[in-house]
């Protein structure tokens, strides 16, 4: 996996999410995908309901990397500043570690397993 094609699919995630779009949320994630995010334990299913109320107004990524990769998965770090929309979602806004492992099965990359610490 390269570090460009890494971040397109990290990034494809965070624009369905930004967008509220569970449908395609969880074309990228796996129902069964273990979401740890604010201290809440999900599952991708579960957590693509969230994103139906998801308030995301920008993003943005910085110090990628890819952490441990084989011939089926990888899996990144990076820093996620984000705004909201809504200052009545303030939780949400900040910057984070995240995490995340991307599974190829079926001719497709999922992911399996993200996960965030708030940094501020």
Same mark, same amino acid.
């Given at each position: 996996?390269?570090?460009?094609?890494?971040?397109?699919?990290?990034?494809?995630?965070?624009?369905?999410?930004?967008?509220?779009?569970?449908?395609?949320?969880?074309?990228?994630?796996?129902?069964?995908?273990?979401?740890?995010?604010?201290?809440?334990?999900?599952?991708?299913?579960? @957590?693509?309901?969230?994103?139906?109320?998801?308030?995301?107004?920008? @993003?943005?990524?910085?110090?990628?990397?890819?952490?441990?990769?084989?011939?089926?998965?990888?899996?990144?770090? @990076?820093?996620?500043?984000?705004?909201?929309?809504?200052?009545?979602?303030?939780?949400?806004?900040?910057?984070?570690?995240?995490?995340?492992?991307?599974?190829?099965?079926?001719?497709?990359?999922?992911?399996?397993?993200?996960?965030?610490?708030?940094?501020?």
């Amino acid at each position: 996996m390269n570090l460009k094609k890494a971040l397109e699919l990290e990034n494809s995630m965070w624009k369905t999410a930004q967008n509220r779009d569970a449908d395609e949320f969880l074309k990228i994630v796996s129902p069964e995908a273990v979401m740890v995010c604010g201290g809440y334990r999900c599952l991708g299913k579960e @957590y693509a309901e969230i994103i139906r109320l998801f308030d995301c107004k920008s @993003y943005d990524i910085d110090c990628f990397e890819i952490v441990q990769e084989d011939d089926h998965s990888f899996q990144v770090h @990076y820093i996620l500043k984000m705004e909201v929309e809504n200052m009545q979602n303030h939780d949400l806004e900040g910057t984070f570690h995240i995490t995340t492992t991307w599974h190829f099965a079926d001719g497709i990359w999922k992911v399996v397993f993200n996960m965030d610490q708030r940094i501020n």
